[in-house]
């Protein structure tokens, strides 16, 4: 990870995505789009059964990640996303699946 500069228009979000949203190709799906958009982070699934996305980008691309995970890959089925703004002096280098 490289430390983020103050000059940059970068954010970071981190959002929670329920519903039927793990053994989908949840995971998997959001990290090409990540990688279509530019943005870095990361996507986990966690032990409740939702999923847990980390984007750091520009706000435009963050937004159209967020909006994205609305929908995700054709078998889920999205239940809520909601999100958060994250303060971090981090920045990662590549977005990936964890």
């Known amino acids: 990870m490289k430390k983020l500069s103050n000059d940059h228009n970068i954010e970071t979000i981190v959002a929670r995505v329920s519903g039927h949203v793990q053994g989908v190709g949840f995971r998997a799906a959001t990290v090409r789009q990540a990688h279509l958009l530019s943005v ?3 996507v ?3 032990d ?3 999923v847990e996305v980390l984007m750091q980008a520009t706000p ?3 937004d159209r ?3 994205w995970l609305h ?3 054709p078998a ?3 239940r ?7 303060h971090t002096e981090r920045r990662h280098d590549r977005f990936e699946q964890i």
């Open 76 to 78: 889920a089925r999205v």
């Open 60 to 62: 435009d691309r963050v």
């Open 40 to 42: 870095r982070g990361w």
């Open 65 to 67: 990640l967020l909006s």
């Open 44 to 46: 986990r699934n966690l």
């Open 71 to 73: 929908t995700g890959p």
């Open 80 to 86: 809520e996303v909601t999100h958060e703004v994250s």
């Open 48 to 50: 409740d059964g939702a």
